[in-house]
């Protein structure tokens, strides 16, 4: 062999080596997320697009999921490293001794509403009366109708509540089989407008309040992978911020090409993220960094959840979340376009 090939060959099996060091200094994560695709799962597939998660030395799988409970049962049990799920099933799960913890809230302000018709002439709780109501019984909603009705003076007498099943409630509404549905507003309002154009009733305005969507891992997966999980949901914090800044047809894209089999209505997903902005801040985080969460919002909401029977009230909310995994420096590089 001339010295020129073997020169060549060695540098081949150099960069072959190196290039194997590369993909074993990745960490990787298994990531359960809340839901099939909707626009709540848009800074996952558009980090994942722009490579962002390959730059922070991560190898992050997605998988799609059947429900927020399911998500944090599933995470709890240590068969994910993290989940994507709306925080309260996660904090009634922590509340029955699964090791549970919210690792970053992006969705701050409870996501559920009623739904009702534009044209109904419904605005408030107490324009109900004789409505038909379709809810999800052994949902989040459920627990908080009293209460819900309560703040328009009614009780369950003055309505009639249809129990359906949450994957049928969306076609039971649009087929005006009943007048106005329980579900998460940001979800619910952009799958129905182009059939039954509404408007949400939403529960936080009726002091049912606590977080929505957010990260959330066991105490042994925060422990034992830090660090990554750090980059993680500092990455997905500053990706939400910055589809947030002007680039949500950006977001909707990249859905729409991490699950082409699906079919995705470009529109309804844009509907659904332009809908989740406005409950992404509550008055204690608006002046933090995206992600973060705070002490007075967690507090209110193990209140909330105690009051409607869900978590025991001697909770420490203080132990439901941390906001140590969120590193500022990389959620401002991300959000900023540093990519």
């Known amino acids: 062999m001339s010295r020129f090939r073997f020169l060549t060959a060695i540098a081949v099996i150099f960069a072959s080596v190196l290039t194997n060091l590369s993909a074993s200094a990745?960490?990787?994560?298994?990531?359960?997320?809340?839901?099939?695709?909707?626009?709540?799962?848009?800074?996952?597939?558009?980090?994942?697009?722009?490579?962002?998660?390959a730059k922070y030395d991560l190898d992050v799988v997605l998988e799609d999921g059947n429900g927020s409970v399911s998500t944090v049962q599933i995470v709890g049990n240590g068969e994910y490293d993290v989940g994507h799920a709306s925080l309260a099933p996660m904090v009634i799960a922590?509340?029955?001794?699964?090791?549970?913890?919210?690792?970053?809230?992006?969705?701050k302000q409870n996501d559920i509403g009623l739904l009702v018709p534009k044209d109904s002439g419904i605005s408030s709780p107490a324009d109900l009366k004789g409505k038909k109501i379709a809810f999800?019984?052994?949902?989040?909603?459920?627990?908080?109708?009293?209460?819900?009705?309560?703040?328009?003076?009614?009780?369950?007498n003055d309505v009639e509540?249809?129990?359906?099943?949450?994957?049928?409630?969306?076609g039971?509404?649009?087929?005006?089989?009943?007048d106005a549905a329980f579900s998460s507003a940001p979800f619910f309002l952009a799958v129905v407008a182009s059939q039954r154009p509404s408007n949400a009733i939403r529960f936080?305005?009726?002091?049912?309040?606590?977080?929505?969507?957010?990260?959330m891992a066991t105490e042994k997966s925060i422990a034992s992978k830090r660090e990554a999980l750090k980059r993680f949901t500092s990455i997905v914090a500053g990706t939400?911020?910055?589809?947030f800044d002007g680039h949500q047809d950006e977001a909707v894209q990249a859905i729409i090409a991490a699950r082409p089999q699906a079919k995705l209505n470009p529109a309804v997903l844009r509907q659904q993220i332009d809908t989740l902005k406005d409950y992404t801040t509550t008055d204690a985080t608006k002046s933090l960094p995206f992600g973060t969460m705070a002490a007075a919002d967690w507090k209110?909401?193990?209140e909330v959840l105690a009051e409607g029977g869900l978590v025991d009230k001697s909770l420490d909310s203080n132990a439901t979340f941390t906001n140590e995994l969120i590193d500022p420096v990389i959620v401002a590089d991300v959000s900023g376009g540093k990519h």
Do not use: C, N
Request: aromatic share 12%; hydrophobic share 50%.
């Open 240 to 243: 939400w911020a910055y589809i």
């Open 136 to 156: 999800t019984a052994g949902s989040l909603e459920a627990p908080f109708i009293d209460r819900f009705l309560a703040a328009g003076k009614l009780t369950r």
């Open 204 to 215: 936080v305005d009726q002091g049912l309040e606590f977080p929505s969507f957010g990260l």
């Open 26 to 53: 990745a960490e990787r994560l298994t990531v359960r997320l809340d839901w099939t695709p909707w626009g709540s799962q848009a800074p996952f597939h558009l980090a994942a697009k722009k490579g962002l998660f």
């Open 94 to 107: 922590r509340s029955k001794g699964l090791p549970v913890k919210a690792i970053a809230g992006f969705i």
């Open 172 to 178: 039971l509404y649009m087929a005006s089989r009943s």
């Open 300 to 302: 209110r909401a193990v």
């Open 161 to 170: 509540l249809i129990s359906v099943d949450a994957a049928g409630k969306a």
